[in-house]
């Protein structure tokens, strides 16, 4: 049973950074490949003010404001990149924070790391201690899950889907471009920092080891299987993924399989992962649709013109678009070939005006 809980809260863990990670790369299409620096940040925050005698919610509120903060350093410059680049860039950030923190013993005690005093002051060997850290995991988990829903959902997240799908069109329109981005890689490190937070009160005990950059890549897995956009999806994924680690893990401990448990769970996954590229790319499920209040007006008044379908389907909406466009130029040009003509094939210059008239031969 305390295996299980053990398992569950592990779960909602990396739940939160893998809701940080759709949020930026599902929702904006930022490749961020050091997501577990911030998540590292965030844990390392927690840790040195927990033992300097600060509470667990300012410990929290504190690892999100620095991982939010060295997010945004971190993103002024790496933003100007490409997505290829950008991956690069992210990912020798995050192995830069690593080695600071590891070779840096004034910081966190190095390689031997630091102890963290849990957020419930419970033995750990209790299943109240368990229950209690899956309440607090979870309802942090159900926070930022709303709090991702009402940004994705908002005019501020269809902006961030236009600058996903096509920048330079959103900067065409107006839109700050490279200030979106930023912001957004801002709040997912700042989430991430959260779940670092409570990463470390979880396990008590934080030494850079924990950080590798496997980590980032178990967080895209999640995403990536459960579904790119659709935080439904995402949470789904962590859980498949969890499973797996847990279950190898098990199976390790009763040694119940003749192969190495860790190896065939990273060939299944890799497996799961070839098989949803082939044929689910965008993850097991879709992105989720945008949830406005234009569209339950439409529903109350019963979809004028099919432009309900249209808005759920942007292909279609384009479609829309173009024809009634050039609906609107064939009536123009039908109301030029109406205008008045002057009898020796002149054309009216201001008919309803002074009479003038023009040849077309002038």
């Given at each position: 049973?305390?295996?299980?809980?053990?398992?569950?809260?592990?779960?909602?863990?990396?739940?939160?950074?893998?809701?940080?990670?759709?949020?930026?790369?599902?929702?904006?299409?930022?490749?961020?490949?050091?997501?577990?620096?911030?998540?590292?940040?965030?844990?390392?925050?927690?840790?040195?003010?927990?033992?300097?005698?600060?509470?667990?919610?300012?410990?929290?509120?504190?690892?999100?404001?620095?991982?939010?903060?060295?997010?945004?350093?971190?993103?002024?410059?790496?933003?100007?990149?490409?997505?290829?680049?950008?991956?690069?860039?992210?990912?020798?950030?995050?192995?830069?924070l690593r080695m600071i923190f590891k070779n840096e013993e004034w910081i966190a005690h190095g390689v031997w790391g630091i102890g963290v005093p849990p957020a419930i002051p419970l033995s750990g060997d209790t299943r109240e201690?368990?229950?209690?850290?899956?309440?607090?995991?979870?309802?942090?988990?159900?926070?930022?899950?709303?709090i991702i829903r009402i940004v994705s959902n908002s005019p501020y997240g269809r902006v961030l889907r236009a600058v996903r799908d096509d920048a330079l069109a959103a900067e065409v329109y107006g839109k700050n471009v490279f200030?979106?981005?930023?912001?957004?890689?801002?709040?997912?490190?700042?989430?991430?920092?959260?779940?670092?937070?409570?990463?470390?009160?979880?396990?008590?005990?934080?030494?850079?080891?924990?950080?590798?950059?496997?980590?980032?890549?178990?967080?895209?897995?999640?995403?990536?299987?459960?579904?790119?956009?659709?935080?439904?999806?995402?949470?789904?994924?962590?859980?498949?993924?969890?499973?797996?680690?847990?279950?190898?893990?098990?199976?390790?401990?009763?040694?119940?399989?003749?192969?190495?448990?860790?190896?065939?769970?990273?060939?299944?996954?890799?497996?799961?992962?070839?098989?949803?590229?082939?044929?689910?790319?965008?993850?097991?499920?879709?992105?989720?649709?945008?949830?406005?209040?234009?569209?339950?007006?439409?529903?109350?008044?019963?979809?004028?013109?099919?432009?309900?379908?249209?808005?759920?389907?942007?292909?279609?909406?384009?479609?829309?678009?173009?024809?009634?466009?050039?609906?609107?130029?064939?009536?123009?040009?039908?109301?030029?070939?109406?205008?008045?003509?002057?009898?020796?094939?002149?054309?009216?210059?201001?008919?309803g005006g002074e009479g003038r008239w023009l040849r077309k031969d002038f």
């Amino acid at each position: 049973m305390i295996y299980l809980l053990d398992a569950l809260a592990y779960t909602g863990i990396f739940a939160i950074s893998a809701l940080a990670l759709n949020l930026q790369y599902g929702f904006t299409g930022l490749a961020n490949f050091g997501h577990v620096a911030f998540f590292m940040v965030g844990a390392y925050t927690t840790a040195l003010a927990t033992t300097s005698g600060l509470p667990f919610p300012l410990s929290a509120f504190l690892s999100i404001a620095v991982a939010s903060f060295t997010g945004l350093i971190a993103s002024l410059p790496a933003l100007r990149l490409r997505e290829d680049y950008l991956a690069i860039a992210t990912i020798a950030f995050g192995e830069i924070l690593r080695m600071i923190f590891k070779n840096e013993e004034w910081i966190a005690h190095g390689v031997w790391g630091i102890g963290v005093p849990p957020a419930i002051p419970l033995s750990g060997d209790t299943r109240e201690f368990y229950w209690l850290q899956l309440l607090l995991i979870f309802s942090v988990l159900f926070l930022c899950l709303l709090i991702i829903r009402i940004v994705s959902n908002s005019p501020y997240g269809r902006v961030l889907r236009a600058v996903r799908d096509d920048a330079l069109a959103a900067e065409v329109y107006g839109k700050n471009v490279f200030g979106y981005k930023a912001q957004i890689f801002a709040l997912g490190s700042g989430l991430a920092g959260l779940s670092g937070a409570l990463f470390a009160q979880y396990v008590q005990y934080v030494n850079p080891y924990m950080f590798e950059p496997t980590l980032t890549f178990s967080m895209w897995i999640m995403v990536i299987l459960g579904g790119v956009g659709n935080n439904v999806g995402v949470l789904f994924g962590a859980l498949l993924v969890e499973f797996f680690e847990r279950g190898a893990r098990m199976a390790k401990d009763l040694r119940i399989m003749p192969m190495d448990p860790n190896n065939l769970r990273a060939i299944i996954i890799g497996v799961l992962i070839i098989l949803v590229l082939l044929y689910r790319p965008a993850g097991l499920l879709k992105e989720e649709r945008v949830k406005t209040p234009a569209l339950k007006a439409f529903k109350r008044t019963g979809d004028e013109g099919g432009l309900l379908r249209s808005l759920r389907k942007p292909r279609r909406l384009r479609e829309r678009i173009r024809m009634r466009l050039s609906k609107m130029k064939e009536r123009k040009e039908e109301e030029l070939k109406r205008k008045p003509s002057h009898p020796k094939g002149g054309v009216a210059l201001d008919p309803g005006g002074e009479g003038r008239w023009l040849r077309k031969d002038f």
